[in-house]
C-alpha cells in the first residue's frame, strides 16, 4: 500500500469506527450486577429462581446484540475485485434485513436497507454490504445516524462515484410504548455523488427499490 492509500485509509478508519470518546470498560461482573438492581428496580427478586441466571444471559446477550463495537466497517469493505469487465453501472443491493437498538430507550428498531454505490473500477463483494449494515446495525442507534455511517463507510473507503442508501424501519420504542402506534413506518435516505447531482439516478434507485 503506497503512502497515499495509507494516509486515505487512516483517514477512512477515523472518520467510519469513531462510536464516541472511550470510556474504561466494566468488568464482567460489574456488568451483570448492573442487571440486578435493574431487576430489583423493577419490583422484582434477583435471587429467586427464575432470575439467578438472567444477568448473566443478559450481558452475554448483549455481547452478540452490540458486536458492532468491536468490528471495523473498514476491515469489511478493504477487499474489493477488479474484473468488472466493461460494467460502468450502478450496483444495488436492496432488502437487507436488520434489526438494531434505539439509543434513546435501547428498545430494538428494525427493517431493511437498500444501498447503492457506482464502482470506479473495482467492487466489493456482496455479502459485505450486508455484513456493513450489520457492524453498525450492533450498535445503539438513531436512525439518521445508521443511514449517515453506512454511507460516509462506502464513500470514505471505496471512493465511488456516489452512494445511495435507504432504510425503512419501525421502531419498537414507538410502538410498543409512548403513543403505541404499532406498524408505522420511517423512511431515511441520503445520496452523494452522483445520486445527489443527476436526479435520474437518484429516480433510478428508487424506483428499482420501491417498484410499483
Known amino acids: 500500500m503506497d503512502a497515499m492509500s495509507k494516509l486515505r485509509s487512516s ?12 470510556v474504561p470498560r466494566p ?15 423493577l419490583g422484582d427478586n434477583p435471587d429467586r429462581e427464575g432470575l439467578l441466571d438472567t444477568p448473566r444471559r443478559v450481558v452475554e446477550s448483549y455481547e452478540e446484540l452490540f458486536g458492532g463495537y468491536r468490528q471495523s466497517p473498514v476491515e469489511v469493505l478493504q477487499r474489493t475485485f477488479g474484473e468488472i469487465g466493461t460494467y460502468d453501472d450502478f450496483v444495488l443491493v436492496r432488502n437487507i434485513r436488520f434489526s438494531s437498538h434505539c439509543e434513546h430507550h435501547m428498545i430494538p428498531f428494525y427493517g431493511q436497507v437498500h444501498i447503492a454505490y457506482q464502482p470506479v473500477q473495482r467492487v466489493v463483494g456482496l455479502s459485505k454490504l450486508a455484513r456493513l449494515v450489520e457492524v453498525f446495525a450492533r450498535r445503539l442507534q438513531t436512525q439518521e445516524h445508521l443511514t449517515s455511517q453506512i454511507v460516509t463507510a462506502i464513500e470514505e473507503t471505496l471512493t465511488p462515484r456516489g452512494v445511495a442508501v435507504m432504510i425503512e424501519a419501525e421502531h419498537m420504542c414507538m410502538s410498543i410504548r409512548g403513543v403505541e402506534k404499532a406498524g408505522a413506518s420511517t423512511v431515511t435516505t441520503q445520496f452523494t455523488g452522483m445520486f445527489r447531482e443527476q436526479a435520474e439516478q437518484q429516480n433510478r434507485f428508487l424506483s428499482l427499490v420501491r417498484p410499483r
Open 11 to 22: 483517514a477512512a478508519t477515523a472518520a467510519v469506527d469513531a462510536a464516541g470518546p472511550l
Open 27 to 41: 468488568s464482567r461482573e460489574e456488568a451483570e450486577a448492573a442487571v440486578r438492581t435493574l431487576i430489583a428496580y
